[in-house]
């Protein structure tokens, strides 16, 4: 699944962020009035710098696993270190596209 995030300030169309969860995966099962879940996938995440006119990786691959069951116990494992790029475009964009809503 693809998705992005588009700005329209001042009827000017420009990407903002874009996004890519893939190998996505849930499982859910019932026995004896317990219910457990479990869900896997991939994300990675992109942002458009504005003044190099290129996609820049904003959150590198990342496999996400969260599990569930009926008592309300949750825990969510990453399996890869997370990695975070934050750069002065990237809050500049995301600035101007907040300020215009």
Known sequence: MNG???????GVF?????FVISKFWYKSSEKFKQTRSFTKL???????????????????????????DSNLDATLM???ELNINITTE?????????SSV
């Open 42 to 68: 991939s994300l990675v995440s992109n942002y458009y710098n504005l003044k190099t006119l290129i996609w820049e990786p904003f959150i590198e691959k990342l496999r996400l696993e969260y599990k569930e």
């Open 78 to 80: 990453i399996n890869k």
């Open 4 to 10: 992005f995030l588009i700005n329209d300030l001042k």
């Open 14 to 18: 420009y990407p903002v962020i874009s």
């Open 90 to 98: 990237l809050l500049s964009n995301l600035t101007k596209t907040l």
